[in-house]
């Protein structure tokens, strides 16, 4: 069918005028949040063809080699075509390129017209249907902390804060400084014309604790349409960054030295029909269901923190003491839990989920979390009594490594079912398919300790 302007989005259209669109870029998310896909002319785009992609980008991993997935519907070494049919509703600018283009999330299904069930923007649909079966709506508010460093063309160095406009390395322990974030005024000043370019609604930018560490804040709303604003966002800012020679990072613990950056979310549930939050009762205080959810996270993420902390660079970030927590303990209006309850009004309360890493991919990150309030809404759970102090003083009760974190996962049969098992049985191919390229690599600490110690 053929495509119109008038399909596309308000923000999109005002941003084009009356320029025409040169460009295409029909997109999908791989599984570590990737863009991949095509590019094509518009006037080629408008006609309506369809769009081929092989099924094989999703069993890549973030190396690009190719994991041996067996036991699939769709054979991965037979490179079998996926259909792809572009979401209008999510067609944004790329205000970088050169050329007027546009980019379009597409949808990926097989030929027949059946999800590929593990391609990550279905799986955080398919989670989003559990609710609506309910009659419920997730709403999620994401924050997204990164660094912005110099550039590091040699992976052997370490890499290291960016130089500011006064001429100096960043600094740390300047959290909320109004002048570290002038520092890099003229990046921050880019990223705010690409979110208005592309109809990003920027809550708040705030100068984090580490050395050249922001975190911007995204106001809340529907999960599916906040998690293709951070596929395309995380995009964004790495341009930003590198029109000012610097290098944008979302590594969970790019910095030995350096705090980690996460990506909190902030979960609430909505009655379908009424807009009413169902976390709290009609006197205003907690309800049955906002324990269910609370206990679900306690009872379930750490079967899930194989998405929520993908890599083996992220469990560096789960350190007692160094802004991330290292349990699933929740309080009120308590930065030290895994599990955090803001102080709000009865209609906003919500649960703040401060495990998730910034390198998740935002589609399987936010499906994985609003999974585990789910299956707790559903089997009645309780959560267990909130802390009081720091919780960084308790035992550490997250997964410490990969490996021990996809068993997690194996053992969890009801988040499995939720997720999709078709898609959890590829991730965690790929998932151990970088685990055993990982350990093929010596590290300078083992050089400096080991190579005239041992």
Not at 366 to 383: E, V
Request: charged share 25%; aromatic share 10%.
């Amino acid at each position: 069918m053929p495509v119109l302007i008038d399909e596309l989005p308000q923000a999109f259209r005002d941003w084009l005028g009356d320029r025409p669109i040169e460009e295409v870029e029909c997109v999908v998310s791989d599984l570590a949040g990737i863009a991949r896909g095509k590019a094509m002319p518009w006037k080629k785009f408008i006609k309506g063809g369809m769009t081929f992609l092989p099924a094989s980008i999703f069993y890549q991993t973030i190396t690009g080699e190719w994991a041996d997935v067996e036991g699939m519907e769709m054979d991965q070494w037979t490179e079998a075509d996926m259909v792809l049919t572009p979401d209008l509703s999510t067609g944004t600018a790329a205000p970088w390129a050169s050329d007027v283009t546009l980019q379009v999330i597409h949808d990926v299904t097989t030929r027949s017209g059946e999800p590929i069930s593990f391609a990550p923007r279905n799986v955080l649909k398919r989670v989003i249907g559990l609710y609506e079966a309910e009659g419920w709506r997730p709403v999620v508010a994401p924050e997204l902390e990164f660094y912005l460093t110099k550039p590091n063309v040699d992976p052997d160095n370490p890499i290291e804060p960016p130089i500011g406009r006064t001429g100096r390395k960043g600094i740390q322990r300047q959290a909320y400084s109004m002048s570290a974030v002038d520092e890099y005024g003229s990046i921050v000043e880019d990223i705010y014309d690409f979110a208005e370019a592309q109809g990003f609604e920027i809550d708040t930018i705030i100068q984090e604790g580490g050395a050249g560490q922001i975190e911007i804040n995204f106001d809340h709303g529907d999960p599916l349409a906040l998690a293709d604003q951070i596929f395309f966002f995380k995009r964004s800012i790495r341009e930003a960054a590198l029109r000012h020679d610097c290098f944008a990072t979302f590594m969970a613990k790019p910095m030995e030295d350096q705090p980690g950056s996460a990506m909190h979310i902030h979960q609430s549930v909505v009655d379908a029909k009424t807009g009413a939050n169902i976390f709290s009762d009609e006197t205003g205080s907690q309800s049955a269901l906002f324990d269910g959810f609370l206990g679900g996270q306690q009872q379930h993420l750490a079967s899930v923190i194989c998405m929520l902390a993908p890599y083996v660079n992220s469990y560096r970030r789960f350190v007692a003491d160094d802004a991330a927590p290292v349990n699933l303990e929740w309080a009120s209006d308590n930065r030290t839990v895994g599990l955090r309850i803001p102080l709000s009004d009865p209609e906003a309360r919500r649960v703040e989920n401060r495990v998730a890493g910034m390198d998740c991919n935002s589609y399987l990150g936010i499906a994985a979390s609003l999974a585990a309030g789910y299956l707790g809404m559903k089997n009645s759970l309780k959560p267990r009594e909130p802390i009081k102090g720091v919780a960084y003083e308790l035992p550490h009760a997250l997964p410490r490594d990969l490996w021990t974190a996809l068993d997690e996962l194996d053992a969890n049969e009801e988040i499995r079912t939720v997720l999709g098992k078709q898609f959890c049985h590829v991730y965690k191919a790929i998932k151990k398919q970088e685990i055993e390229d990982f350990l093929h690599v010596i590290s300078p600490w083992e050089r400096e300790h080991l190579l005239l110690n041992v």
